[in-house]
């Protein structure tokens, strides 16, 4: 073009930006500036969408300087992208401020900043700011509610979902589709199957696959397997294309005795549909196949030789079955095999392979993997650590199995219940006593594997009316069915 101006240059910083070039995006910002093009809010609105997709907050803060040298900062336009961009970035202050300085706020202003606060867990203020829309008299579409509802996720938020639900169906939102799937995860995490299929059959024009998927999750959350492989039949009905999601979510379900024969006959779909070489697909029959009743570790290895390429998850769930199988010699060997091929290794793989090591009760071998989960930088990861202190127990060095665990962050019960087993195991019943005493002073909370490994320490020394006692404590203090 011989001669361009602000409109011209404005649609090419938006389109690298929509393309996710954003580095090429900002080039051309500058490239025009220095041209002396004018910049509008338009041009201010592209730019910081895309600084928001990067997480380039330096960027957006040199942006910001650029908007209120220009006189920009009123623009409800560019004030709004600038508050998006600091929102999504995790600087929620910012944005507050940013929202005060814009004089006329539109519903964009407000959804920005209650998503902001929802990103940062803030649950008093994305509620506050929710009312203050409403006494506003600003009109709620969807953009509040999907956003909050995804903080209410455990049953004590229950009644809280309610009031959103209330206030959805007030502003005539109840069938939004966004709206309507956010619904249906959110009462599933707060404990109400019954409630999320509600609002499911109340959806019947709006449903998309993503309500389809989100009952399907919600019906496998709560252990209703029967339910999910019914939906998924309903959906084959009605044309619905499943993608991958979905099939991930419904062959999960299908690993226990009573459901073997529907996981072979979704293998059977998948290979028909040409999904074969999906590796999440693929990892999910993997995992099915090892997590059946009579570990089909023959099935999974076919599907991994199979897969034409493969993830970190692919050789993780082959390396953890043949380690929970018993196959400790071909693990060790398979894991050598995976270093070679995977460039980053995770704490699973180091967790599948010291089992192996626990299981041949080879200390040698252990200490070497031990090194190396030190020389990748796994020193406090709790997974590892827990593995660690399981092998050098089962080896009978349970000193080294302590200093692992003195070692180790201690905010979850993962590390403590591995130690108090070692222990326990060791016939110290009295030091893994001890521990889990010292365990509730550390304010961690106990779970079942925690109550097992107290259980069997008393057992140990022989303490039956403590053991009773620690029996009947696990649904009275601890919400745990014996």
């Excluded at 979905?246 to 549909?273: E, P």
């Excluded at 593995?387 to 665990?405: N, Q, T």
Aim: aromatic share 10%; glycine share 8%.
């Amino acid at each position: 073009m011989p001669c361009r101006d602000t409109v011209s240059w404005n649609p090419m910083i938006a389109g690298y930006v929509n393309c996710g070039n954003f580095e090429t995006a900002f080039e051309i910002l500058r490239t025009m500036k220095i041209c002396g093009f004018d910049l509008d809010g338009y041009t201010f609105g592209s730019i910081l969408k895309g600084v928001a997709s990067a997480y380039r907050l330096d960027i957006g803060e040199q942006v910001h300087s650029m908007i209120v040298k220009m006189g920009y900062a009123a623009n409800v336009y560019s004030g709004s992208a600038l508050l998006d961009m600091y929102a999504k970035c995790g600087r929620v202050e910012d944005a507050y401020v940013v929202f005060q300085c814009i004089p006329e706020r539109n519903s964009v202003s407000w959804n920005a900043l209650i998503a902001g606060y929802v990103l940062v867990g803030d649950l008093g203020t994305a509620f506050w700011l929710l009312d203050c829309m409403e006494r506003e008299h600003v009109e709620l579409d969807d953009g509040p509610f999907a956003p909050l509802l995804t903080l209410l996720d455990n049953t004590e938020f229950y009644m809280l979902a309610m009031q959103i639900h209330g206030k959805i169906i007030k502003h005539g939102r109840a069938f939004d589709n966004t709206v309507c799937n956010a619904l249906i995860t959110s009462y599933s995490e707060c404990g109400s199957i019954e409630d999320a299929k509600r609002v499911f059959d109340g959806a019947v024009g709006t449903r998309d696959l993503v309500t389809w998927n989100s009952m399907l999750a919600s019906y496998l959350v709560h252990n209703k397997e029967e339910l999910a492989l019914k939906l998924f039949v309903d959906m084959q009905w009605l044309g619905l294309d499943p993608d991958i999601y979905t099939y991930t979510s419904i062959i999960s379900a299908c690993f226990d005795g009573a459901h073997k024969n529907h996981g072979k006959s979704l293998h059977g779909l998948v290979i028909k549909m040409g999904l074969e070489q999906s590796v999440p697909i693929s990892n999910a029959l993997i995992t099915m196949y090892l997590k059946s009743n009579n570990r089909s570790m023959e099935e999974a290895l076919l599907i991994f030789k199979a897969m034409e390429s493969k993830d970190r998850v692919s050789w993780n769930s082959i390396l953890t079955g043949l380690s929970q199988i018993g196959l400790s010699e071909d693990a060790l060997k398979f894991f050598g095999h995976l270093r070679s091929v995977v460039e980053d290794i995770d704490h699973y793989t180091f967790s599948a392979v010291l089992r192996s090591c626990s299981d041949m009760a080879t200390l040698q071998l252990g200490q070497q993997v031990h090194v190396l989960a030190l020389k990748l930088g796994f020193k406090s990861n709790e997974f590892v650590a827990s593995s660690l202190i399981f092998m050098h127990s089962k080896c009978g060095i349970i000193e080294d199995a302590r200093k692992s665990f003195e070692g180790t962050p201690k905010g979850s019960s993962i590390t403590w219940n591995s130690i108090i087993f070692g222990y326990a195991q060791h016939g110290q019943g009295n030091v893994a006593l001890g521990l889990f005493y010292l365990m509730k002073e550390s304010r961690v909370k106990p779970d079942h594997i925690t109550f097992v490994a107290i259980l069997s320490a008393c057992s140990h020394i022989g303490l039956l009316e403590e053991g009773c006692r620690f029996l009947k404590s696990m649904e009275s203090e601890y919400g745990i069915p014996p």
